[in-house]
């Protein structure tokens, strides 16, 4: 592809984040509103991502590709998670956490053999066929579990919603809790986009950098059940074992012993208490709103659109890769400043944490 095409490419994983964040300020009021109709949206959710990803297989050139897999294949996505996602809030209530990080575990579940799996098929078969078998294994693999996902309760077809309670909004934990999610996604993206860039610069082959990615979200699976099993005890001690511990593993492994050891310990470590941020996210809510599911299913909205917006910030911050080493201000080279900025941002947040009502 010509150099503008490959510059549009990177619109695709950009899509794919911001929508299924994004959309949730839209679905989720909706799918409050209407629930009878959420297992439709479900299956119109599986259509389309199973759709976008063939499409994308047959795509021939940029264009194509960011309206299949970085549109259609999003929009499908976010259709299938959020009806399931309501779900939950049904089913668990004094375990909201735990369940939580039980979910989140399918995606670091995914991450930890799905690049070597997907690298080896592109090399061996190339896109079409790699695409097209990932669109086969998601269809056969998703479902058999629609069948078991129904609500707790027989539903009405469409529910009269009073007028939205926001005395959130002046509740000092919600203002705590969105200033310290605001502070976090400004560092939390960070060492998963440098930990390949990292391995390179520690003159090790590019399969390590995949290695490290992989070890990070193989530890993330028992992280994320670990914080959001502790969030359901004290959120406030999940929290900072989440901040302060990603800090210092910034600050110590990554930071200051810059060895091939370091950077498998520093990947473990950091997957094991970083990610499990996003699994409180229920906790979060019902710290501000109580037992109103309503103000739950908002509230998680507003923390995971948040998170996006931090996200898309922290993309911007990998424009310090391109510094070049005599550039560099005061000898810190761009390692150096990522490595600050990250544990920084982490440090910062973990003071906020202990003013939480847990």
């Known amino acids: ?36 109709q959420k297992m439709k949206v479900t299956l119109v959710g599986y259509i389309l991502t199973i759709g976008g990803l063939v499409g994308a297989a047959f795509a021939r050139n940029a264009t194509q590709l960011i309206l299949t897999q970085g ?23 004094t375990k909201r956490g735990l369940a939580n990080g039980i979910l989140f ?12 799996i997907i690298e080896a098929l592109l090399l061996r078969f190339g896109q079409k066929v790699t ?3 990932i669109a086969i294994s998601l269809a056969i693999l998703i479902l058999p579990c629609l069948i078991f996902l ?12 009073p007028k939205l309670n926001m005395q959130f909004m002046r509740s000092r934990a ?17 060492p998963y986009l440098y930990l390949p860039t990292f391995a390179s610069s520690l003159g090790l082959r590019t399969v390590y950098g995949t290695m490290g990615v992989a070890l990070l979200n193989g530890a993330s699976i028992i992280g994320m059940i670990l914080i959001g099993w502790m969030s359901d005890y004290n959120l406030r001690v999940s929290m900072i074992l989440s901040s302060i511990g990603s800090s210092l593993a910034v600050f110590l492994l990554w930071g200051l012993s810059p060895t091939v050891p370091s950077y498998a310990i520093f990947s473990f470590l950091y997957g094991l208490l970083a990610p499990g941020w996003g699994v409180q996210y229920p906790r979060f809510a019902s710290a501000c709103a109580e037992n109103d599911p309503r103000q739950a299913t908002v509230l998680v909205s507003i923390f995971l659109t948040e998170l996006r917006s931090d996200r898309s ?9 391109d510094i070049d080493q005599s550039d560099a201000p005061l ?14 941002i982490w440090s910062i947040n973990s003071f906020r944490c202990k003013y939480i009502i847990g």
């Open 71 to 93: 549109l259609l294949f999003s929009i499908g996505g976010s259709l299938l998670y959020y009806p399931m996602m309501t779900w939950m809030f049904e089913w668990f209530d």
């Open 331 to 344: 000898g810190i080279d761009k390692h150096d400043i990522t490595r600050i900025w990250s544990a920084g």
């Open 313 to 321: 910030r922290t993309r911007e911050c990998y424009l310090f890769a």
């Open 150 to 161: 129904k609500p707790r309760l027989p539903v009405p077809k469409k529910v009269s919603i």
């Open 1 to 36: 592809m010509q150099s503008s095409s490959l510059t549009l490419l990177t619109l695709v994983g950009t899509l794919n984040t911001g929508i299924l964040y994004m959309s949730s300020l839209v679905l989720l009021p909706l799918l409050g509103r209407y629930p009878a």
């Open 105 to 116: 575990t399918g995606a670091s579940a995914g991450g930890v053999f799905g690049p070597f």
């Open 174 to 190: 919600f203002w705590i809790l969105f200033i310290g999610n605001l502070l976090q996604g400004l560092g939390n993206f960070i």
């Open 131 to 133: 695409l097209l078998g």
